[in-house]
């Protein structure tokens, strides 16, 4: 079964404007963590956020935010006042201790943002 | 200080070659993870250690492919006899210990199997 869905191959987004990336997950772990980590087209994964499941507030930071929904299993990130450089594939990941204790990152699949000048 | 670093960053081989990757985490991180990234896909885990033990290899895609951590730092992944669905980029990342902390990534080798 996948653990991270994300619906929304591919988003485009005008200079200034906000934007929504989907996220849902599954698990039956209480205790785990949502990640978003921005992918450029250089290739390296760079963090961006992260929120614990325990957390009783949204994560934010600087121009991200998470909106958490946990009931609903929802990590859905927002990014504010868009530029030119967030085009890239944003990816979101769980964290959860897993069979082995691991706390290996399970990933969506990818939403490729491209900013509009 | 530094972050995680990889080598090499590029790698064309022949089919039937085995090849080496290998991964230099950040200092102090005690657990170290392998994934792979097929074109345009998400990542797929490959295997993970916590210090020089891998107690979950059930990622790795076949007995061709292993993988080895010593003095729990630098790790090496090494693919026999490649095949072209090999073909992807390799990324380490590390972090702090197993929990619900930041992995950190490398850069990846893109390995290529002509």
């Known amino acids: 079964a996948q653990k991270i869905t994300q619906t929304q191959p591919g988003m485009f987004v005008q200079e200034k404007e906000a934007v929504t990336l989907d996220c849902t997950y599954d698990t039956s772990d209480p205790s785990y963590g949502l990640f978003w980590y921005k992918q450029p087209s250089s290739g390296e994964m760079i963090f961006l956020i992260y929120?614990?499941?325990?957390?009783?507030q949204n994560a934010t930071e600087g121009r991200y935010s998470l909106n958490f929904q946990k009931a609903r299993k929802s990590a859905n990130l927002v990014i504010s006042a868009s530029q030119l450089g967030d085009s890239a594939m944003y990816f979101c990941a769980m964290r959860e201790a897993g069979l082995f204790n691991d706390y290996k990152l399970s990933f969506g699949a990818g939403t490729t943002v491209t900013v509009r000048a | 200080g530094a972050g995680v670093s990889q080598s090499p960053s590029n790698k064309v081989t022949e089919k039937g070659k085995d090849v080496e990757l290998r991964c230099d985490p950040i200092s102090g991180h005690t657990a170290l993870y392998w994934y792979r990234q097929s074109l345009g896909q998400g990542l797929e885990f490959l295997i993970y250690f916590q210090g020089n033990s891998a107690p979950d290899k059930s990622g790795l895609p076949s007995d061709r492919f292993s993988a080895e951590r010593t003095g729990g730092s630098v790790s090496t992944l090494t693919i026999q006899r490649t095949q072209q669905e090999d073909s992807a980029v390799y990324l380490c990342a590390s972090s702090f210990g197993t929990g619900l902390y930041e992995q950190y990534f490398g850069p990846g080798t893109r390995l290529t199997v002509t």
């Open positions: 929120q614990g499941s325990y957390d009783q």
